[in-house]
């Protein structure tokens, strides 16, 4: 944190000038700057004007400073010393340490963010194709060079394209929640906003099958091949091989993640489109809102503050009651007052404490208005919703069973045991540990504790050794236990 030092420092705007200076001087590759470069290049900085801008003679301390704190890294040139005198003074030419500039881009990225100014990527789904292919291409001729830079440029792209999603959506998010959202700002950009999401939305759902199909071709070239040739030209020096290939497998999982989903989870392209098209119902909605807000002339949070404003001017209590009442109308149930069918046998005199109940309708129960006449309304079912669910349902526990299957056959020594062999392990094992009921707080020898679940039986007995299973996440050491399964 003593890197941020300069943001919360009593000259921080000085600070920041400064370190605009280097920051603009690093754009024209000038990586090295004396204190009287710096204030060469705060003179040709659009806006370093007046008392924001530290003269020639704060500037050395402020480096000094800024050094002290991490952000510069300062070292000797000998060869601006033109006299003995400025040899003994010493001249320090300073540049941005590497920490020092990731701090400073996040303190200028945070004070030059603009709210407004986000996007969805449409146009970047051509080119995840179009490299997608190539990618396949490169890998079968065994290109290295090339895979490398494609995978790479792969994995740039969707960064960029999840980290703008991101902050659409929470922007929208905002804007959507807000109640002091203005009219006019929002009516004069609905257009915009409605045809960017949809049209992002429509070439999102046209390009996933393309995507799918490439990613299904680089993958038939070989993951592992593709990895190898990756880390293989990857320029990262201090990483060893496997460190670059392990890092390289773990990116590419995450392109596989994007556009397949793992298990029943759906993919995070999928999981865009479904927000996409809800951020499309929310703007509605808000649409919605508004153009009431308009119509009525006033807004609900008006309404609420006249009526508060109403119930704390009442003279008494009862008065506040009666209005409640009038308000919102749920003083009386009336639903209470509804008459049996046949009102020669339960009259209308009867007490409810004595008459029978009567059914009533959902309209009523749920609104206290009485329904309307004719047909009810259509019910709402969402059956295409409702058969993914059930198919995500009935693929989850046939991998489950299949997995128990495994489990029973092979055991759980000798042998690395998958993700879902682990699973059902675990749970089995969670079973036979909770009928394990300690006699005087001990275990004896010849108690033993099961386990089962999809014909699956766990048994655990007490043993002088411990047991070790090696899964899919690592080893699992039971002290003192033996495990048998069948």
Do not use: C
Not at 186 to 213: C, G, I, N, Q, W
């Amino acid at each position: 944190m003593r890197l941020f030092s300069f943001a919360t420092a009593e000259k921080r705007v000085h600070y920041l000038w400064v370190l605009r200076a280097f920051d603009h001087a690093r754009g024209n590759y000038s990586v090295l700057l004396h204190a009287g470069d710096v204030e060469n290049v705060l003179t040709r900085l659009p806006g370093a004007t007046g008392d924001d801008v530290p003269d020639s003679s704060e500037i050395p301390a402020l480096l000094e400073q800024l050094h002290a704190w991490g952000v510069l890294e300062r070292s000797y040139d000998g060869t601006r010393a033109a006299t003995l005198a400025e040899y003994r003074n010493r001249h320090y030419v300073y540049q941005f340490g590497q920490a020092g500039y990731r701090v400073f881009r996040a303190v200028e990225d945070v004070l030059s963010s603009r709210g407004e100014d986000v996007s969805l990527s449409r146009l970047a789904l051509p080119d995840l194709l179009a490299d997608l292919n190539d990618l396949a291409d490169a890998n079968a001729a065994g290109d290295g060079e090339l895979v490398y830079r494609k995978l790479s440029r792969l994995d740039a792209t969707l960064s960029d394209m999840a980290e703008r999603a991101a902050r659409f959506y929470l922007v929208l998010g905002d804007l959507v929640r807000t109640t002091e959202v203005t009219p006019e700002t929002f009516l004069v950009h609905k257009d915009a906003l409605l045809t960017h999401m949809r049209e992002f939305s429509t070439d999102l759902a046209r390009y996933a099958p393309k995507l799918s199909a490439a990613l299904d071709r680089v993958q038939a070239t070989g993951v592992q091949k593709l990895t190898a040739e990756a880390a293989r030209h990857d320029e990262r020096v201090l990483l060893s091989f496997d460190e670059r290939e392990a890092d390289w497998a773990q990116r590419w999982w995450g392109i596989e993640h994007w556009f397949v989903g793992v298990g029943a989870e759906p993919s995070e392209s999928e999981r865009l489109r479904g927000a996409t098209i809800n951020a499309i119902a929310a703007v509605l909605g808000l649409l919605r809102r508004l153009t009431e807000q308009r119509r009525g002339g006033v807004s609900r949070e008006s309404q609420l503050r006249h009526l508060a404003g109403w119930f704390a001017a009442t003279p008494s209590e009862d008065a506040a009651h009666a209005l409640f009442d009038v308000v919102f109308d749920l003083g009386r149930p009336r639903h209470f007052s509804v008459a049996h069918p046949d009102a020669d046998v339960i009259p209308v005199t009867r007490s409810w404490w004595e008459a029978p109940p009567v059914e009533i309708s959902r309209t009523l129960a749920e609104t206290g208005r009485r329904p309307a006449a004719g047909a009810p309304g259509r019910i709402q079912r969402n059956d295409a919703g409702v058969r993914r669910l059930r198919e995500a349902q009935l693929d989850k526990q046939r991998r489950r069973a299949e997995a128990a299957r495994s489990l029973a056959a092979g055991g759980v020594r000798e042998r690395k045991l998958s993700e879902p062999e682990a699973e059902v392990l675990l749970s089995l094992l969670d079973a036979a540990l909770s009928a394990r009921v300690p006699v005087s707080g001990r275990v004896r020898s010849d108690d033993a504790a099961s386990g089962t679940q999809d014909g699956v039986e766990l048994t655990l007995r007490p043993s002088g050794e411990s047991t070790v299973v090696h899964t899919a996440r690592g080893r699992l050491y039971l002290d003192g236990l033996s495990v048998e399964v069948r």
